[in-house]
T-cell receptor, first 116, second 114 residues
Framework: AQSVTQPDIHITVSEGASLELRCNYS??????LFWYVQSPGQGLQLLLK??????LVQGIKGFEAEFKRSQSSFNLRKPSVHWSDAAEYFC??????????????FGRGTSLIVHP | DAGVIQSPRHEVTEMGQEVTLRCKPI?????LFWYRQTMMRGLELLIY????????DSGMPEDRFSAKMPNASFSTLKIQPSEPRDSAVYFC????????????FGPGTRLTVL
């Protein structure tokens, strides 16, 4: 069965510093990979996704992520963090059971804290 | 489109009461998902529908939980009887059948069972 691991429960960075959130997945085939962001009191919003092609994908709000098949990773990065980036970040993998449709599995999330 | 709509946004009830959560997916979306989010367990997929038909309810925790989708624009998640451990935020999400598989989430219903 597929699984998603976000090893960092909390990450604290200073405003203006760079950011990398880690995500590792377990899935036998080529996965569809996603990063979502959840602001307090709100639902999840898609940041970016990877299906195929260029392994470096760009998303909204200045985020990017790189798919590394050899490491089964899909880490999220941002060169300069803004205070408004403080939120919960979820990595997700879409996988398809035989005869079924693509269904997501979410990681536990990483809480990003931004210091002024 | 207004996005995925959930009601109520907050629900406080007493143990043993019936609770009904409601969801209106985005028009034209073929899939509807119900999730539960807690600090202990994170985001859990409870059940999902394709074209109003329940496909996989293996995530539903107990028989106290049931979900229906009588038509393409409405779904309910019912808990009867409710227990304090059901306290969580419940999200509904929808997406189209093909394409980029992006899920669109509602704002959630925060349920507190006393």
């Amino acid at each position: 069965a597929q699984s998603v691991t976000q090893p960092d429960i909390h990450i604290t960075v200073s405003e203006g510093a760079s950011l990398e959130l880690r995500c590792n997945y377990s899935y036998g085939a080529t996965p569809y990979l996603f990063w979502y962001v959840q602001s307090p009191g709100q639902g999840l919003q898609l940041l970016l996704k990877y299906f195929s092609g260029d392994t470096l994908v760009q998303g909204i709000k200045g985020f990017e992520a790189e798919f590394k098949r050899s490491q089964s990773s899909f880490n999220l990065r941002k060169p300069s963090v803004h205070w408004s980036d403080a939120a919960e970040y979820f990595c997700a993998v879409d996988s398809r059971p035989p005869g079924g449709s693509y269904i997501p599995t979410f990681g536990r999330g990483t809480s990003l804290i931004v210091h002024p | 489109d207004a996005g995925v709509i959930q009601s109520p946004r907050h629900e406080v009830t007493e143990m043993g009461q019936e609770v009904t959560l409601r969801c209106k997916p985005i028009s034209g979306h073929d899939y509807l998902f119900w999730y539960r989010q807690t600090m202990m367990r994170g985001l859990e997929l409870l059940i999902y529908f394709n074209n109003n038909v329940p496909i996989d309810d293996s995530g539903m925790p107990e028989d106290r939980f049931s979900a229906k989708m009588p038509n393409a624009s409405f779904s309910t998640l019912k808990i009867q009887p409710s227990e304090p451990r059901d306290s969580a935020v419940y999200f509904c999400a929808s997406r189209i059948a093909r394409g980029d598989y992006e899920q669109f989430f509602g704002p959630g219903t925060r349920l507190t069972v006393l």
